[in-house]
């Protein structure tokens, strides 16, 4: 199944990833993935992310499989550090769902370009996650 509502893909580019060559090497060990932990017990970590116009989110690692919901619509652009960069609308009521693991991070940043804040639930999955089908 399918999310009913989808971030729509505006632009693909590239970027050099030197100019954040500091925090790309840092980003393996930097887990906060979003602005608040909302919740966590041993199965689950709750996030709430929040990013106002003109901020960014610096490169960070997850290491768990993880879905997000957007709550507020925005524009962002995502970095990724092979030197990829895409921006994003993303619409409220969207879901991702992601796989990742200590084996097989993910790891970007993400900028809010647009003039609205942008918002998101992070759901890491903490128990399980690998073996999930």
Same mark, same amino acid.
């Given at each position: 199944?399918? @999310?009913?509502? &989808? ?6 580019? #590239? ?5 954040? %060559?500091?925090? *790309?090497? @840092?980003? @393996?060990? +930097? !887990? ?5 932990? =909302?919740? &966590?017990?041993?199965?689950? $970590? *709750? =996030? ?7 901020? $960014? ?10 879905? =997000? *919901? ?6 962002? *652009?995502? $970095? ?7 921006? =994003?609308?993303? +619409?409220?009521?969207?879901? /991702? !769902?992601? $796989? %990742?693991?200590? /084996?097989?991070?993910?790891?970007? /940043?993400?900028? +809010?370009?647009?003039? #609205? ?11 399980? %996650?690998?073996?999930?089908?």
């Amino acid at each position: 199944m399918h @999310a009913l509502v &989808e971030h729509v893909l505006l632009e693909e580019a #590239t970027f050099d990833p030197a100019r954040y %060559a500091e925090e *790309i090497a @840092a980003a @393996a060990d +930097n !887990f906060a993935v979003a602005s608040t932990v =909302w919740f &966590e017990n041993a199965d689950v $970590r *709750i =996030w709430d992310f929040l990013l106002e116009p003109g901020y $960014r989110h610096p490169f960070h690692c997850h290491r768990t499989t993880y879905y =997000w *919901i957007c709550t507020a619509a925005g524009r962002g *652009i995502q $970095r990724l550090p092979d030197g990829t960069l895409t921006m =994003w609308q993303f +619409n409220v009521g969207e879901v /991702d !769902f992601l $796989r %990742a693991s200590p /084996d097989a991070p993910l790891i970007h /940043d993400l900028e +809010n370009v647009g003039d #609205t804040p942008l918002r998101f639930s992070t759901v890491e999955l903490l128990r399980g %996650a690998s073996e999930t089908p």
